[in-house]
């Protein structure tokens, strides 16, 4: 497992934009899967996007596509979402997670970070 910690989020106006940054510890951040996902008060958890380790591939959620971007940076331990154009509905709080492999779902080896606030106004 690795630790993961994320800032970068804050309030900001619709249509704005966003960057979220994931510090991860550990000596073996670029062989993690990488992955944003946010959840609503009172709503489930949803996939963003996630990132392999190379940083060759990458997916995106439909809600986001065209608007938001994973990327990495193996050097520095640390994975990015920029977030642009932002609507009231992307208001949640995001979380950072790494895996080694295998679903993202009901995995216990995936790590995942405290979460950052965004709230974006209308």
């Known amino acids: 497992q690795v630790q993961l910690v994320e800032s970068g989020g804050g309030l900001v106006q619709a249509g704005g934009s966003l960057r979220l940054s994931c510090a991860a510890s550990g000596r073996t951040f670029s062989r993690y899967i990488m992955g944003w996902f946010r959840q609503a008060p009172g709503k489930e958890r949803e996939f963003v996007a996630d990132?392999?380790?190379?940083?060759?591939?990458?997916y995106y959620a439909d809600s986001v596509k065209g608007r938001f971007t994973i990327s990495r940076d193996n050097s520095q331990n640390t994975v990015y979402l920029q977030m642009n154009s932002l609507k009231p509905e992307d208001t949640a709080v995001y979380y950072c997670a790494a895996k080694s492999g295998g679903s993202w779902y009901q995995n216990p080896d995936a790590s995942w970070g405290q979460g950052t606030q965004v709230t974006v106004s209308s």
């Open positions: 990132i392999m380790w190379s940083g060759s591939s990458t």
